[in-house]
């Protein structure tokens, strides 16, 4: 990507503007944590990371369901990129025994309020696809969550079955529909920290 050294210098200031929004008084978040399983390890995305994610993402099978389905082509996936570069809480998937990447996902929305925050935008290439390495995903995920707050929401569009599949596998629970960060109406899907089996935070 011949523009990725600029994109990042450009998000580098987006991120720390992000950082500071998600970051309420006496709440100690690392919305970028390096989390490691057997199976999957999540680390900070980095720009560096574009050329493996889009050799994943260029698969257009993963996004036949999704509202984007041109996120195959680069042009697409570029602003979703960079946007996942400034929001400041997204990772990189990486295969534990390879080494090589294989997805991604973001934490994003933190409500102090509600103390929920979102987990979304994820994909995995399609040799990871069967649940074992999304389950883990999501499981190191909701783990570093629930050290803050006391629910995890995910936002699903009502056409992509394979997603709504992929969030109930892992204890989702639908409660209604609302907009997404796009303001695309989805579904809501909600994981507690108690059916979690971890305390969370008042």
Known sequence: MPAIAELNRRAADQ???AARCHREPGVSFDWQPLLKGDLVELWPLRSEHYDDLYAVAADPLIWEQHPDKRRHEEESF???FREALAS?????AIDAR???VIGSSRFHGYDKERSEV???????ARSHWGGIYNAQMKH????????VVNGVVFLVDPRNLRS???VEQIGGVREGSRPDAGGIDSYVYRITASEFGQP???
Request: hydrophobic share 45%; no cysteine; glycine share 12%.
């Open 15 to 17: 991120r720390s503007s």
């Open 200 to 202: 969370g935070r008042s």
């Open 88 to 92: 400041g809480g997204a990772l990189t």
């Open 98 to 100: 390879t080494q090589l």
């Open 78 to 80: 570029q602003l979703f």
């Open 164 to 166: 709504q599949r992929a």
């Open 140 to 147: 190191l995920m909701l783990q570093h969550a629930f050290r």
């Open 118 to 124: 979102e987990i979304g935008w994820t994909f995995l």
